[in-house]
Nanobody, 115 residues
Framework: QVQLVESGGGLVQPGGSLRLSCAAS????????MSWYRQAPGKEREWVAS???????NYADSVKGRFTISRDNAENTVHLEINSLKREDTAVYYC?????????WGKGTLVTVSL
């Protein structure tokens, strides 16, 4: 069983920044990929970014250049730095991993971009 707890969401103005964090209940050192997804109101959940064990990131085209994913294996934490926020970034952001063949999701953290 793996628990993932996201934090760092909130209300931010367009153009602002946020740093989301995902804390895992187990060591993530041996977990190949940690990912962030998001689900906007009325839309399906979509993949945002992933980071491999050694730190290699991958991003959805919609967030390239604005989002930065990183992982701290010693702290069992994954971060998502979000810059130049747009209204369309408003969503619940979820952390996800696959461990021993099973997918695990956090409960999400809400990011609202508004004046």
């Amino acid at each position: 069983q793996v628990q993932l707890v996201e934090s760092g969401g909130g209300l931010v103005q367009p153009g602002g920044s946020l740093r989301l964090s995902c804390a895992a209940s187990i060591s993530i050192f041996s977990i190949d990929v940690m990912s962030w997804y998001r689900q906007a109101p009325g839309k399906e959940r979509e993949w945002v970014a992933s980071v491999e064990t050694a730190g290699t990131p991958n991003y959805a085209d919609s967030v390239k250049g604005r989002f930065t994913i990183s992982r701290d294996n010693a702290e069992n934490t994954v971060h998502l730095e979000i810059n130049s926020l747009k209204r369309e970034d408003t969503a619940v952001y979820y952390c996800k991993t696959i461990y021993l063949g099973w997918p695990y999701w956090g409960k999400g953290t809400l990011v609202t971009v508004s004046l």
